[in-house]
């Protein structure tokens, strides 16, 4: 129904008050505070007709908060074990059901951050019943919505359809959680759709703060600092799901409720006919960390260039939920953070026109998790901005909140908590988070009683024992260049990284003792491979290589005509032209790079003047130029067949329609595996792949054709970071005559 | 029967003001709303966007409350507010806990009489309303959607919409301000709507007191029901300037929300543009097997159901210049196949459940059942009729979507607004 909301959304000017339009950035140079000038003309005050009148319309006094009622809960257990709690409510013709798998980001191994998102988003992606279509169509066709995703404590899955229809969440649930296939196809579509949205975090300042803020708080060596990077989804592979899965999704380690307007007695002969399938298993030990310590602060610039604003982190650790001080702060925690114009952040950073948005607060786990404070100011306000924060939760610490705040914000608290409670599925998802947590209905009906039960003198005791202000860490993530000068005024030591950077450093998994069997089908993929690219006899004769193409290489969406030629002579000698032929541009671009050994050179317009200029390659981009050359794709298989080769067979994977196997050859450069895809019909290569600081980087082959008794591909497209090149090969020629010159750097021009 | 619904309790005052109440056990939360029958279709020609800056001006300060105290008040108590303006009504609702509803009602009714015009005001919320607009012109499909009704209605104020119009805004004064709130912003052109876990003796009580005393105004002004549309009597075609994107769209005007033929041509309506498996998204979005590209990146239909005679529009997004006759061409083929050849039970069964769930699931909240009875009452004159109404879709058949398909959906009349993309 996405068009119709979007249709109509479009004529309805939806508003509440609107936010003040943000205030024009100031220039270098702007501003007159070194300039001699006049007294300023005092305004006349602006008549205000509230001011000094006895007759306003005050706000009630609040009432003390009350329970919440809530219907009756039936409890009872299938006999595979799965726990069912069923609330019956027939106001509407609605029916809701919620299952949570205690399967979450605190369950996932470090090697494999994101299996439990990934896992959650490939439930309704195919079934031994269903495939990906026909999930979304039977959703589609009963008019309802289903949906699982995946979060720091579950997996949750839930479906909400009208009551005539409640048959098809009670088929379509247990058959998501009992017979899900994940297949393939999907399983890249969906890691191509996560690691998309990872990328456009480098485009959110915000999200990328929150991630490094929790990242400095809790470092390496705890769950919580962990960040999901392109490189932890692209390795996670099928199996990796099915046994994430496999292992946690028992029914003894899940919680199901059903509410609405469902027939309670019926419902049990429902649900052990449709979960009764769902095969019981002990539930894995949950892994635990040791708790990082802070002492002092930590202070970290991201550096994203051109970044206007900057978002500000500064982050401690929070309480778990079951701490007894959990109220007590739940109360200092909204009168410094709710967002509110009378809360301590908002108006601690309103003064001076800083920004209206600002807020704290700190995660109700199971376990210990995170305080954060967050907001965002123009980029020369950072460190006032920052210290203003600092200094308010200081306050906080020392002074805690007064008796009015105490008294306003259990008002708002407990008045919020009873709008949770309307839907059913509002309903269903508070019971689930009450039982996740180990608490029980009581919990969730006397919270407001609870949160006005919170004196002044505990709350103001909580702030101080919680809140340090001298162990904190702080994230900015903004321009550096005009980060950098503020805090060094400040006296602040802080480290820097760029915005691109990896925030959790990639791990390799201790390597599995080599498997005789696995290798020796690894090297007959390889040998298969060299029999039908021509042989090793032809592919230890070529001395020389050159090749001629045309094509088009797409950069950011932008799409520039491009030719290439290409020389290679064996061992290390290598030069390849390019030129670009930009649409609207005057000339062509004429890009050289030439390299011999250990020496290499590049020519090409000056970035700054456009002019000619050659420059030697060196460094990284050395280091990249002996990468290329060991992976040339027409001899990657002789390293394959170097007896002394790394390998290992990876599942075979199905793409656009061709079967491959897959031969992973284990690089010299930084332990880089290169994936060989070896189609399954013709042995020939169609794919090499390898992950280049968490980007998938892949060249696929077609086209084959034959040069003198060898195949070469006629087809190549190469994909990766946002480019893309796909090349049709006009000439081929095997030991090519080559003047020795060609490799020697020119002059400009 | 699908199954239970509220029951409404309705009455009014003295003065005119129409009450409609809802209790509810679930949750102790209370939606307090007030319906003004006045929209943009109320608007002079020359002051588009008044309805809209109204809306803004009723959080900036009255008589007896200071600006944006009314949203603080209800925020501090854990509630929340929010407005909405539309061609035919602009509502406000505060949604809190039940114990404070005296509270909001009496916030309404301050500001029902007791709004002030002051200038710093007025010229704050005019830049904020243009700001808007601002933004609002960088989406293509906000601009297509304004493009096909200046096209397709000639002399009916659904012309334009509630968003305004620069110029316009630009103009409006402090009197024009008055002048539009004495006329509309009355007892007697107003629904109150309380939903949520209160007695209505409660809600009658503070109705009384807070509203009672306010006075009855004569009957508002009606320059939409002076300005009907004439039948459209053969296609209108229009070509716009090139936008970001290319976008085709096709309307036809379709009758007032009273008429029964409403179901029929909003299940038309999802069997042809909601849902991924509908004909104009299958039909636009999937790829051609041979050359592995499709008409249009997006596609949809809508049935915009109005108080005086609404559109259903249907539209296809496509960024090469090429596929716009292509669009076209394929949104009259699969509209003409409906209504020649019908609906199949799968599609129609479809449609239904959709429509139903939709309205059905937005009752679960009190905001959502409050705002679903002022819609009615805008539209119909009945707090009640949706209620109503999620029965009638059951009783559509299949003979009915072509039918009004063949009557209202023809080539013969419809609108087309094509907006090329921009060459690359």
């Known amino acids: 129904m996405t068009m119709r909301k979007l249709l109509v959304m479009s004529l309805v000017v939806a508003c509440g008050p609107k936010p003040a339009p943000a205030p024009i950035p100031m220039l270098p140079g702007d501003g007159d505070a070194h300039v001699v000038?006049?007294?300023?003309?005092?305004?006349?005050?602006?008549?205000?007709?509230?001011?000094?009148?006895?007759?306003?319309?005050?706000?009630?006094?609040?009432?003390?908060?009350?329970?919440?009622?809530?219907?009756?809960?039936?409890?009872?257990?299938?006999?595979?074990?799965?726990?069912?709690?069923?609330?019956?409510?027939?106001?509407?013709?609605?029916?809701?059901?919620?299952?949570?798998v205690r399967a979450g980001r605190m369950h996932e191994p470090r090697a494999r951050l994101g299996v439990s998102e990934l896992t959650a988003d490939m439930l309704v992606k195919g079934t031994r019943q269903h495939d990906a279509a026909q999930l979304a169509k039977a959703i589609d066709v009963a008019g309802g919505t289903i949906a699982a995703d995946s979060t720091f404590e579950a997996t949750l899955v839930s479906c909400t359809v009208l009551a005539r229809n409640a048959g098809t969440c009670f088929e379509l649930v247990p058959e998501m959680i009992t017979q899900s296939t994940f297949p393939d196809a999907e399983l890249t579509k969906m890691r191509e759709m996560l690691i998309g949205t990872l990328r456009r975090r480098f485009d959110d300042a915000g999200t990328l703060a929150s991630a490094h803020a929790q990242n400095l708080l809790w470092g390496q060596d705890h769950v919580r600092g962990w960040i999901n990077s392109e490189q932890s989804i692209a390795a996670i592979k099928r199996d990796d799901v099915v046994a994430w899965h496999r292992a946690w999704f028992v029914?003894?380690?899940?919680?199901?409720?059903?509410?609405?307007?469902?027939?309670?007695?019926?419902?049990?002969?429902?649900?052990?006919?449709?979960?009764?399938?769902?095969?019981?298993?002990?539930?894995?030990?949950?892994?635990?960390?040791?708790?990082?310590?802070?002492?002092?602060?930590?202070?970290?610039?991201?550096?994203?260039?051109?970044?206007?604003?900057?978002?500000?982190?500064?982050?401690?650790?929070?309480?778990?939920?079951?701490?007894?001080?959990?109220?007590?702060?739940?109360?200092?925690?909204?009168?410094?953070?709710?967002?509110?114009?009378?809360?301590?952040?908002?108006?601690?950073?309103?003064?001076?026109?800083?920004?209206s948005t600002a807020t704290a607060s700190f995660d109700r786990n199971v376990d210990r998790g995170s305080f954060v404070a967050s907001t965002a100011v123009r980029t020369s306000d950072a460190a006032l901005a920052a210290r203003r924060m600092l200094g308010e939760i200081a306050r906080m610490a020392k002074e805690g909140p007064t008796q009015e705040e105490v008294g306003a914000a259990i008002t708002s608290l407990a008045g919020s908590y009873a709008m949770r409670f309307q839907s059913v599925a509002d309903t269903g998802a508070a019971l689930v988070g009450a039982e996740l947590h180990g608490y029980g209905w009581e919990y969730l009906t006397n919270f407001p009683v609870a949160v006005g039960r919170v004196e002044v003198?505990?709350?103001?005791?909580?702030?101080?024992?919680?809140?340090?202000?001298?162990?904190?860490?702080?994230?900015?993530?903004?321009?550096?260049?005009?980060?950098?000068?503020?805090?060094?005024?400040?006296?602040?030591?802080?480290?820097?990284?760029?915005?691109?950077?990896?925030?959790?450093?990639?791990?390799?998994e201790?390597?599995?003792?080599?498997?005789?069997?696995?290798?020796?089908?690894?090297?007959?993929?390889?040998?298969?491979?060299?029999?039908?690219?021509?042989?090793?006899?032809?592919?230890?004769?070529?001395?020389?290589?050159?090749?001629?193409?045309?094509?088009?290489?797409?950069?950011?969406?932008?799409?520039?005509?491009?030719?290439?030629?290409?020389?290679?002579?064996?061992?290390?000698?290598?030069?390849?032209?390019?030129?670009?032929?930009?649409?609207?541009?005057?000339?062509?671009?004429?890009?050289?790079?030439?390299?011999?050994?250990?020496?290499?050179?590049?020519?090409?317009?000056?970035?700054?003047?456009?002019?000619?200029?050659?420059?030697?390659?060196?460094?990284?981009?050395?280091?990249?130029?002996?990468?290329?050359?060991?992976?040339?794709?027409?001899?990657?298989?002789?390293?394959?067949?170097?007896?002394?080769?790394?390998?290992?067979?990876?599942?075979?994977?199905?793409?656009?329609?061709?079967?491959?196997?897959?031969?992973?050859?284990?690089?010299?450069?930084?332990?880089?595996?290169?994936?060989?895809?070896?189609?399954?019909?013709?042995?020939?290569?169609?794919?090499?792949?390898?992950?280049?600081?968490g980007n998938a980087e892949n060249d696929d082959f077609a086209e084959y054709r034959d040069v003198g008794g060898v195949k070469f591909a006629y087809k190549r497209t190469s994909t990766g970071a946002g480019r893309a090149t796909v090349l049709d090969i006009k000439t081929v020629e095997v030991d090519p005559k080559v003047d020795p010159q060609l490799f020697a750097k020119p002059a400009a021009r | 029967m699908i199954g239970k619904l509220p029951a409404i309790e309705t009455f009014a005052l003295p003065n005119g003001l129409q009450v409609a109440v809802v209790h509810r056990e679930t949750a102790p939360v209370v939606s307090v709303q007030v319906w003004y029958h006045v929209g943009s279709k109320?608007?002079?020609?020359?002051?588009?966007?008044?309805?809209?800056?109204?809306?803004?001006?009723?959080?900036?300060?009255?008589?007896?409350?200071?600006?944006?105290?009314?949203?603080?008040?209800?925020?501090?108590?854990?509630?929340?507010?929010?407005?909405?303006?539309?061609?035919?009504?602009?509502?406000?609702?505060?949604?809190?806990?039940?114990?404070?509803?005296?509270?909001?009602?009496?916030?309404?009714?301050?500001r029902m009489r007791n709004l002030l015009f002051r200038a710093p005001m007025i010229d704050a919320q005019r830049e904020v309303l243009l700001e808007e607009l601002r933004e609002q012109s960088a989406s293509p499909l906000a601009k297509g959607l304004e493009g096909c009704l200046w096209v397709a209605y000639q002399k009916h104020p659904y012309a334009w919409t509630a968003s305004g119009n620069a110029k316009d805004l630009a103009a409006i004064t402090a009197e024009d301000l008055k002048r539009f709130y004495d006329a509309y912003y009355e007892p007697n052109n107003a629904l109150l709507v309380v939903v949520g876990k209160v007695a209505a003796a409660d809600v009658k009580a503070s109705a009384d007191k807070w509203f009672g005393g306010i006075a009855k105004a004569n009957e508002p002004p009606r320059?939409?029901?002076?300005?009907?549309?004439?039948?459209?009597?053969?296609?209108?075609?229009?070509?716009?300037?090139?936008?970001?994107?290319?976008?085709?769209?096709?309307?036809?005007?379709?009758?007032?929300?009273?008429?029964?033929?409403?179901?029929?041509?909003?299940?038309?309506?999802?069997?042809?543009?909601?849902?991924?498996?509908?004909?104009?998204?299958?039909?636009?979005?999937?790829?051609?097997?041979?050359?592995?590209?499709?008409?249009?990146?997006?596609?949809?239909?809508d049935a915009i159901v109005r108080e005086d005679p609404g559109m259903a529009i249907a539209l296809g997004a496509y960024s090469d210049p090429a596929q716009a006759d292509a669009v076209e061409?394929?949104?009259?083929?699969?509209?003409?196949?409906?209504?020649?050849?019908?609906?199949?039970?799968?599609?129609?069964?479809?449609?239904?459940?959709?429509?139903?769930?939709?309205?059905?699931?937005?009752?679960?909240?009190?905001?959502?059942?409050?705002?679903?009875?002022?819609?009615?009452?805008?539209?119909?004159?009945?707090?009640?009729?949706?209620?109503?109404?999620?029965?009638?879709?059951?009783?559509?058949?299949?003979?009915?979507?072509?039918?009004?398909?063949?009557?209202?959906?023809s080539s013969d009349h419809a609108t087309v607004v094509v907006f090329p993309p921009k060459a690359r």
Request: net charge neutral; hydrophobic share 40%; charged share 25%.
């Open chain 2, 329 to 409: 061409a394929a949104i009259f083929d699969e509209v003409g196949k409906l209504a020649t050849r019908g609906t199949t039970g799968d599609e129609l069964r479809r449609a239904k459940n959709q429509l139903q769930s939709s309205l059905v699931f937005s009752l679960e909240s009190a905001q959502g059942l409050g705002e679903a009875i002022g819609r009615s009452w805008i539209l119909t004159g009945n707090p009640g009729a949706f209620l109503r109404d999620i029965d009638e879709i059951d009783k559509v058949s299949a003979a009915d979507v072509q039918r009004v398909a063949r009557q209202y959906l």
């Open chain 1, 510 to 693: 201790p390597e599995a003792p080599p498997d005789a069997k696995a290798i020796a089908a690894a090297r007959k993929l390889i040998d298969e491979a060299i029999a039908a690219k021509g042989g090793k006899a032809k592919l230890l004769g070529m001395k020389a290589l050159k090749m001629t193409a045309t094509g088009t290489t797409t950069i950011q969406g932008q799409s520039v005509p491009v030719e290439i030629s290409r020389v290679f002579v064996l061992p290390d000698k290598m030069r390849i032209d390019a030129t670009l032929k930009p649409p609207r541009a005057p000339n062509d671009v004429v890009v050289s790079i030439g390299v011999s050994g250990d020496t290499g050179w590049q020519r090409g317009p000056d970035p700054k003047t456009g002019e000619p200029m050659v420059a030697d390659i060196t460094g990284a981009g050395l280091a990249s130029v002996d990468f290329e050359r060991w992976r040339e794709p027409e001899l990657i298989l002789l390293k394959a067949a170097d007896p002394a080769a790394k390998l290992q067979v990876a599942p075979d994977e199905t793409i656009e329609g061709k079967s491959y196997a897959i031969v992973k050859l284990r690089s010299p450069f930084g332990d880089v595996d290169v994936a060989l895809y070896i189609d399954k019909k013709t042995k020939l290569v169609g794919r090499m792949s390898y992950s280049d600081g």
């Open chain 1, 457 to 508: 003198a505990d709350s103001r005791k909580a702030a101080s024992e919680i809140l340090d202000p001298k162990a904190y860490v702080m994230v900015l993530v903004g321009d550096a260049k005009d980060l950098e000068p503020q805090l060094k005024k400040e006296g602040w030591r802080y480290e820097k990284l760029s915005f691109t950077d990896p925030i959790t450093a990639p791990i390799r």
């Open chain 2, 42 to 110: 109320d608007e002079r020609r020359d002051r588009r966007g008044t309805a809209h800056m109204f809306e803004h001006m009723m959080f900036k300060g009255t008589a007896h409350v200071r600006p944006d105290a009314h949203t603080q008040s209800i925020n501090g108590l854990g509630g929340y507010v929010s407005a909405a303006t539309d061609e035919d009504a602009t509502h406000y609702a505060n949604t809190l806990p039940a114990e404070y509803l005296e509270y909001a009602v009496k916030l309404e009714a301050e």
């Open chain 2, 223 to 301: 320059p939409a029901a002076v300005a009907q549309e004439p039948p459209e009597s053969a296609r209108r075609r229009e070509v716009a300037e090139p936008g970001q994107i290319g976008m085709t769209l096709v309307g036809w005007h379709i009758p007032a929300a009273r008429n029964k033929d409403i179901y029929a041509l909003q299940l038309a309506s999802v069997v042809l543009g909601a849902g991924d498996s509908s004909r104009l998204k299958l039909r636009l979005k999937t790829a051609d097997p041979k050359t592995g590209r499709s008409l249009a990146f997006e596609a949809g239909m």
């Open chain 1, 251 to 355: 029914p003894g380690n899940a919680l199901l409720v059903v509410t609405g307007d469902v027939d309670a007695k019926k419902l049990k002969g429902d649900l052990e006919r449709t979960f009764g399938a769902w095969r019981t298993g002990p539930v894995p030990p949950t892994p635990s960390y040791p708790e990082p310590g802070l002492s002092g602060s930590r202070i970290r610039i991201v550096d994203k260039p051109g970044q206007v604003q900057t978002h500000i982190r500064i982050a401690q650790f929070g309480i778990k939920h079951d701490d007894p001080r959990f109220f007590d702060t739940l109360v200092w925690s909204y009168v410094l953070g709710s967002g509110s114009p009378g809360s301590r952040l908002v108006k601690a950073l309103r003064e001076g026109g800083l920004t």
């Open chain 1, 37 to 100: 000038k006049p007294p300023p003309v005092k305004q006349a005050p602006v008549a205000d007709p509230w001011t000094g009148r006895g007759d306003l319309i005050a706000a009630p006094a609040p009432h003390p908060p009350a329970p919440i009622e809530l219907p009756k809960i039936q409890e009872f257990k299938l006999s595979n074990g799965l726990a069912v709690y069923v609330v019956k409510n027939d106001h509407l013709p609605v029916v809701a059901m919620q299952l949570a």
